[in-house]
């Protein structure tokens, strides 16, 4: 089942622009994923929140999570067109431990 | 390399033929999935082993689809009587033991199958 959602489902922005995306998820959380898929390619991890945690960074990307209103966003700065890909958002289901599910992702284009 | 390393990368075949895919996952990762993606949509899961032992299938295992992991290292993924509908990227991800059992997830490159 896929447990998270982004929001948009296509986003297009010029190089130096700065790309956010949004996740919403239904259950309780350990903790919530961000992955890349460039296209025809396999998932890269990108970063792992956690649920005790409210905001976190990795280089260009800024991750925040809200457990009260089960949701995340995803903020690329200074985009590139090497950040064009897929971006997900995945989280565990508490029913089963081991499935991690992804949404469907928010399509990236970024323009030079 | 060390990356989870899938065979075939692409596979075509007829409608009610059997195909299998292999996965070798990072030599010390424990923990083994099975995805299917189809286009524009996130991938779903199918089927986790820890080690050997298969814990874990998702309703859209249906019995025409098998998963073996039989040394706890490499995992084969075989479709029996393959339908237009199979076709997919099937996506293999492993991970350490380290990272417990809600960590991160290394994906290999994928199978594509398409079904004639």
């Known amino acids: 089942s896929q447990q998270g959602e982004e929001d948009p489902q296509a986003l297009s922005i010029q190089e130096g622009e700065n790309a956010t995306m949004n996740c919403s998820y239904k259950t309780s959380i350990n903790n919530l994923q961000w992955y890349r898929q460039n296209s025809g390619r396999g998932l890269v991890h990108l970063i792992l929140i956690r649920s005790n945690e409210r905001e976190k960074h990795s280089g260009r990307l800024r991750v925040t999570l809200d457990t009260s209103k089960k949701s995340s966003s995803l903020l690329i700065t200074a985009s590139r067109a090497a950040d064009t890909a897929s971006y997900f958002c995945?989280?565990?289901?508490?029913?089963?431990?081991?499935?991690?599910?992804f949404g469907k992702g928010t399509s990236l284009l970024v323009t030079p | 390399d060390t990356g989870v390393s899938q065979n075939p990368r692409h596979k075509i075949t007829k409608r009610g033929q059997n195909v299998t895919f292999r996965c070798d996952p990072i030599?010390?990762?424990?923990?083994l999935y099975w995805y299917r993606q189809t286009l524009g949509q996130g991938p779903e899961f199918l089927t986790y082993?820890?080690?050997?032992?298969?814990?874990?299938k998702s309703r859209l295992l249906s019995d025409r689809f098998s998963a073996e992991r039989p040394k706890g290292s490499f995992s084969t993924l075989e479709i029996q009587r393959t339908e237009q509908g199979d076709s997919a990227m099937y996506l293999c991800?492993?991970?350490?033991?380290?990272?417990?059992?809600?960590?991160?997830?290394?994906f290999g490159e994928g199978s594509r199958l398409t079904v004639l």
């Open positions: 995945a989280t565990y289901d508490p029913n089963s431990g081991y499935a991690l599910n």
């Open positions: 030599s010390e990762h424990n923990r």
């Open positions: 991800a492993s991970s350490s033991p380290g990272g417990g059992v809600t960590g991160e997830l290394f």
């Open positions: 082993f820890q080690n050997e032992a298969q814990l874990e």
